[in-house]
T-cell receptor, first 111, second 111 residues
Framework: DAKTTQPPSMDCAEGRAANLPCNHS???????VYWYRQIHSQGPQYIIHGLKNNETNEMASLIITEDRKSSTLILPHATLRDTAVYYCIGFWGGSNYKLTFGKGTLLTVNP | NAGVTQTPKFQVLKTGQSMTLQCAQDMNHEYMSWYRQDPGMGLRLIHY???????DQGEVPNGYNVSRSTTEDFPLRLLSAAPSQTSVYFC??????????FGSGTQLSVL
């Protein structure tokens, strides 16, 4: 699975959009980009995933660059409850089932 | 909606003791896995299973055993607890290995 690189921490003002970057320059053509988040001491929660096209659901939007070497998770109107560690993961279930979590980005939403 | 249920939530062991962490899911998921998370670290995969009767090792399997006799249950056994196994343990399940549903975790301390 692709190695991903994320900034260790970011801040965002409440009500503003939070844009979390992820570099995955070694991602292969059949690997999806997955995003999870972990609110303090809870189990991680799936947010969104995508392959090539931009994706949106009720939680967030995922923008993947055309060359697929990087992506951005967008929380359109961040709230205090969005404070969490966000993990970006490259994964292809056909290779194995070893979904690997790095250290992620700690997003702190400030009032 | 029970989802993924882990028991116990907290456990204190003495070095050398054995115990089993329980994990059950009611979503008929084929894939189940165990992760451990140490302070300030990401999640590391211990063992995983792609179906009843099938298990495989993850990144940090030493000191742990698993079995998968039913689709619903995936217990994690510590054979002889060591202080290095002090951690928070998360169980996860999914339909096909990537969109994981996590339990609420078991906080284990080994003295």
């Amino acid at each position: 699975d692709a190695k991903t690189t994320q900034p260790p921490s970011m801040d965002c003002a409440e009500g503003r959009a939070a844009n979390l970057p992820c570099n995955h320059s070694t991602i292969s053509g059949n690997e999806y980009v997955y995003w999870y988040r972990q609110i303090h001491s809870q189990g991680p929660q799936y947010i969104i995933h995508g392959l090539k096209n931009n994706e949106t659901n009720e939680m967030a939007s995922l923008i993947i660059t055309e060359d697929r070497k990087s992506s951005t998770l967008i929380l359109p109107h961040a709230t205090l409850r969005d404070t969490a560690v966000y993990y970006c993961i490259g994964f292809w279930g056909g290779s194995n089932y070893k979904l690997t979590f790095g250290k992620g980005t700690l997003l702190t939403v400030n009032p | 909606n029970a989802g993924v249920t882990q028991t116990p939530k907290f456990q204190v062991l003495k070095t050398g003791q054995s115990m089993t962490l329980q994990c059950a899911q009611d979503m008929n998921h084929e894939y189940m896995s165990w992760y451990r998370q140490d302070p300030g670290m990401g999640l590391r995969l211990i063992h995983y299973s792609v179906g009843a009767g099938i298990t495989d090792q993850g990144e940090v399997p030493n000191g742990y055993n698993v079995s998968r006799s039913t689709t619903e249950d995936f217990p994690l056994r510590l054979l002889s607890a060591a202080p290095s196994q002090t951690s928070v343990y998360f169980c996860a399940s999914s339909y096909s290995g990537e969109k994981l549903f996590f339990g609420s975790g078991t906080q284990l301390s080994v003295l």
